[in-house]
């Protein structure tokens, strides 16, 4: 039987779906499932606040893959609400968890304290980003990340940006953006200290869309 494929922009009721693809990809190493699902509705709804632009794809009308995109040079909050509701989904996790909340707020502020190096030293640092990209392994090769990478950039390009940029790491498929033609902006390794909350490498990727 074949699956049957659409787009559109993400709305409420998308999000405990997505949220469970972004627990499956990067929300694993934890001390329960339900803490683990908290942390990635947490990495959802941030994400969802900063971000002004969306496009889900739904496989049989089930939301399989997701890109977010924010047209500004600087991360502002672009919807108070979402950041509201991921500030409660902290306060569970701490409730839940006081310590792997802990351990998952220093990784936040690191790897964010290393992402603001590199963005700031590479060629992106006034660039527009994709802010998150995700698809479910069930659907991994139906190219739905490219439909979705595109959809993002398009929309930046139509958008004004003439750069765009996002970062990534070893946890995560970054040869995918290199097949995309992203080119790697900038890389910083982990110390053996600093692995107990950061991946072996962070990356800035950026792609010159005037080129």
Request: net charge neutral.
């Amino acid at each position: 039987m074949v699956s049957r494929v659409t787009y559109r922009p993400f709305i409420e009721d998308d999000f405990e779906e997505i949220a469970r693809i972004l627990q499956e990809a990067w929300h694993t190493e934890v001390p329960s499932e339900e803490y683990g699902f908290l942390e990635a509705c947490n990495d959802l709804a941030y994400s969802l606040s900063i971000s002004s632009f969306s496009q889900v794809a739904l496989v049989d009308g089930v939301p399989r893959g997701i890109v977010l995109a924010r047209p500004e040079a600087k991360r502002v909050q672009q919807n108070k609400r979402w950041f509201t509701i991921s500030k409660d989904y902290f306060r569970r996790m701490r409730t839940l968890e006081p310590e792997a909340a802990a351990h998952y707020w220093r990784s936040i502020e690191l790897t964010g304290a290393k992402n603001d190096k590199l963005i700031a030293n590479s060629a992106f640092a006034d660039a527009n980003e994709i802010t998150l990209l995700a698809v479910s392994k069930s659907a991994r090769g139906m190219g739905l990340g490219g439909v979705l990478a595109d959809a993002a950039t398009s929309f930046l390009s139509e958008a004004g940006a003439s750069k765009i940029f996002l970062y990534t790491d070893t946890d995560c498929t970054w040869q995918f953006y290199e097949h995309r033609g992203f080119k790697r902006a900038g890389t910083y390794r982990s110390t053996r200290d600093e692995r107990r909350l950061l991946p072996k490498e962070l990356y800035v990727y950026g792609l010159d869309l005037s080129a």
